[in-house]
């Protein structure tokens, strides 16, 4: 606006220059923007975020300044509301061209006579005054200039636009209390409704507030009578009594509720992921995402049904995420299990947690690509004692059992632990770190960090990155990053890398296919058997704290943490009873009605029969015959462990014995076997708890009438006992039939007590 002021010019010529000031005020009139022109220019305080089909997933409130809602077309807004604003604010607006001239006259009128008359402006008038702010009414009013400005803008409007136009963007724009601006905002924020739904007497308050935004609720429902009654009187057949005393109850209600949530849906933390992804530019308005939104809502219910049966375990938070296998774009995203977590707002699916377990496919397919091993070779799950740095390393299975000499496919399948580390003995533990980078897992520290423990998940990794990882299993070991979760708009996705090599990508996933492999450790009937041809894995991380599942089918990775955002340990929840029963449930939505078909093997396998010999000193085979997958110039028909290997087992059994502390006095030939002096038992809850055992064995050749004691308490008969183990530390006792003691070990078990003892 051009600044001039009356003031500026003599005093006789005070008159003239007031009308040369309006006339140059009244020269932005002839540029206002078209009907169009605003309404394309409407921006909403909020954010709605929308589904892959379209549907609101999300709504997220941007503008902290104001609370503006959506454009709102009259056709859409109550015929009550129509009929009230006109009557409080304009009631020939359908007869002027923009200005009320009878209104200025009267106005101008019983000013004369220092009357108290209503303001002659217009709902055009004021619309002007919202398109452009040099016509807005400041703390003293607005200027002469101002005045006449705004009546030629007003008729200039008139002339441009349509009535149902100016009505339209009126009550789009109109603030009408406090930070609510448009009708869009006051009907979902005071009434808890959409515009088109606004009765009688809400439509009175609506157009009371126009008038004094911020007025006590009691005048605001004094001046809502009056728009009601003028209203009525207009109105053939209308109620000729009024009931302010219950408008009073309505204005006194209303004016206190927000019934409008700053955000609210199913996606509240994919929401923000997606809009940090759209950038500052996305400032109001529909973004439309990858997510499915019947998938998403499943994936919500699915959560919480789980963590409200886990409650009682200690268990209040979890993450879900779903991602497609071919484009990589997130199909689902729950970030927290909402009203059950006291940290609601931490997002579960970029939150570092432990992944126990989990890595372990990623270490065998290396391994398996190196040749260092076949699905079919034989590794030892026996007590390991590894040299490191900080000390011995001695890992130990969920179950505190060892299964002797075992094919890599069980020890995969059954999630072993000391097989996973002598695999990694092979690997090393930095190629397996570089290896755990180039599948996108952003390990912060270094290989030598983690050491050995690398192979069961002591790094930290987040949910989205693990589950990607797992994609390039289902994808032939190629991997891509995920797609953003914006609609791409057609956009080429990134070429995926060959960071796996396809044959090992492709047994290992057939490993964690088979049901049989897993038996050792879950049984048969466990969750993770499903309908529709699928993949997975379980991992739980130390003492309990984080619970995984993640996994494959033809066309989807799905992977699932629960636990405590707190990092607080859960009670008693296992591989199967904690995060697999939700990833189980979605593969079957999924699946509902879609088939998944195993994968087609990679042209460089071979399938070949296997059979397996005894252990030593046992006449039945160390596993069932089968046929078995191979690398092509790996493979072999007969698995068994010669002469020399088991002797030199028997040796290093024997070396260990030799460094025992014996009980003095004790017969030389009669020593404990297992466990070992001094072992360290630490309680990994990947396996139910009814495998929790930890054996206990004499040497060969020892004579009968054994006895075993834990602590001074008897415990079993014989030559071997298994012991279901207590945190603590214990002392271990071999006696004979006399009570004699042969030898003794302590021993000490950490983690949480499993029941059943």
Request: with cysteine; net charge positive; glycine share 10%.
């Amino acid at each position: 606006m051009t600044s001039c002021t009356p003031a500026a010019a003599g005093r006789r010529w005070r008159v003239l220059a007031a009308w040369g000031c309006g006339l140059l005020a009244a020269l932005p009139a002839w540029a206002l923007p078209t009907f169009e022109e605003v309404r394309q220019g409407h921006r909403s305080s909020e954010v709605l975020v929308l589904s892959r089909e379209g549907e609101l997933l999300q709504r997220v409130r941007q503008d902290a300044q104001v609370r503006r809602g959506a454009w709102v077309a009259l056709a859409d807004m109550s015929p009550a509301l129509r009929t009230a604003l006109v009557w409080s604010e304009d009631k020939r607006f359908y007869e002027h061209s923009g200005v009320d001239w009878a209104a200025v006259s009267a106005a101008a009128w019983g000013r004369l006579w220092h009357q108290r008359t209503r303001g002659a402006s217009t709902i055009t008038m004021q619309l002007a005054g919202l398109l452009d702010e040099d016509w807005r009414q400041g703390p003293g009013g607005r200027s002469v200039a101002q005045k006449l400005g705004q009546a030629v803008a007003a008729q200039v409007l008139d002339r441009r636009w349509r009535k149902d136009q100016i009505l339209e963007a009126y009550l789009n724009l109109v603030p009408f209390r406090g930070e609510i601006v448009g009708i869009d905002a006051l009907a979902r924020t005071l009434f808890g409704k959409a515009a088109h739904g606004l009765q009688e007497h809400e439509a009175a308050l609506a157009a009371a507030l126009v008038r004094a935004p911020n007025a006590r609720p009691a005048q605001v429902a004094q001046r809502a009578c009056g728009v009601l009654r003028l209203m009525r009187s207009a109105q053939a057949g209308a109620p000729a009594h009024t009931d302010c005393a219950a408008l009073a109850l309505l204005a006194d209600g209303a004016l206190q509720r927000r019934a409008w949530p700053a955000s609210e849906g199913v996606a509240p933390h994919a929401a923000r992921r997606a809009l940090a992804q759209a950038g500052a530019a996305q400032a109001g308005g529909v973004l439309r995402t990858t997510l499915s939104a019947p998938l998403q809502r499943r994936a919500v219910q699915v959560l919480e049904q789980q963590l409200r049966e886990l409650r009682g375990r200690h268990v209040e938070d979890g993450a879900v995420l779903v991602l497609d296998n071919a484009s990589g774009e997130v199909l689902a995203w729950v970030g927290s299990s909402g009203v059950l977590s006291a940290a609601a707002e931490v997002d579960g699916v970029l939150a570092l947690r432990q992944p126990g377990s989990t890595l372990k496919p990623f270490l065998y397919a290396q391994a398996l690509a190196e040749r260092r091993l076949t699905a079919a070779s034989l590794i030892e799950d026996s007590p390991a004692q590894i040299a490191t740095p900080g000390g011995l390393y001695i890992p130990q299975n969920y179950d505190r059992q060892f299964k002797g000499w075992v094919s890599v496919r069980t020890a995969l399948g059954a999630s072993l632990n000391v097989p996973a580390v002598r695999t990694l003995t092979m690997v090393s533990p930095d190629a397996f770190f570089r290896q755990l980078r180039s599948l996108g897992l952003p390990l912060a520290e270094s290989a030598g960090y983690f050491g050995y423990s690398l192979a069961l998940g002591s790094s930290e990794v987040a949910l989205l990155h693990l589950t990607n990882a797992y994609r390039a299993l289902a994808n032939g070991g190629r991997y891509g990053p995920v797609a953003p979760l914006v609609r791409p708009g057609g956009a080429a996705a990134a070429a995926p890398t060959q960071v796996l090599d396809a044959g090992a990508a492709f047994i290992v996933g057939d490993i964690l296919a088979d049901g049989n492999a897993r038996a050792r450790t879950f049984g048969t009937d466990s969750v993770l058997a499903t309908r529709a041809w699928t993949a997975v894995k379980t991992g739980t991380s130390k003492d309990m704290r984080d619970n995984w599942a993640l996994g494959w089918s033809q066309r989807y990775t799905v992977g699932v943490w629960v636990g405590n955002a707190s990092g607080a340990a859960m009670h008693e929840v296992s591989g199967t009873s904690g995060a697999a029963p939700v990833w189980a449930a979605l593969m079957a939505h999924l699946h509902a009605r879609a088939p998944s078909r195993a994968p087609v093997a990679p042209v460089a396998l071979v399938r070949q029969a296997v059979r397996f010999g005894p252990a030593p000193g046992v006449s039945t085979p160390l596993e069932a015959a089968r046929a078995e997958w191979f690398l092509a110039g790996t493979q072999q028909s007969f698995f068994a462990m010669d002469s020399g290997a088991a002797g030199a087992d028997a040796a290093s059994l024997g070396a260990l014995s030799d460094t025992k502390n014996s009980v003095p006095g004790a017969p030389s030939a009669v020593r404990i076997l297992a466990p070992a002096p001094g072992t360290i038992v630490a309680l990994d809850p990947d396996i139910p708890p009814q495998h929790q055992r930890l054996q206990f064995a004499a040497m060969p050749g020892a004579p009968a009438g054994l006895r075993w004691r834990i602590d001074g308490k008897p415990l079993a008969r014989g030559a071997q006992a298994a012991w279901l183990p207590w945190p603590g530390r214990h002392v271990v006792q071999l006696t004979d039939a006399r009570g004699t003691v042969l030898d003794e070990v302590r021993i000490e078990v950490r983690g949480a007590g499993l029941a059943g003892r």
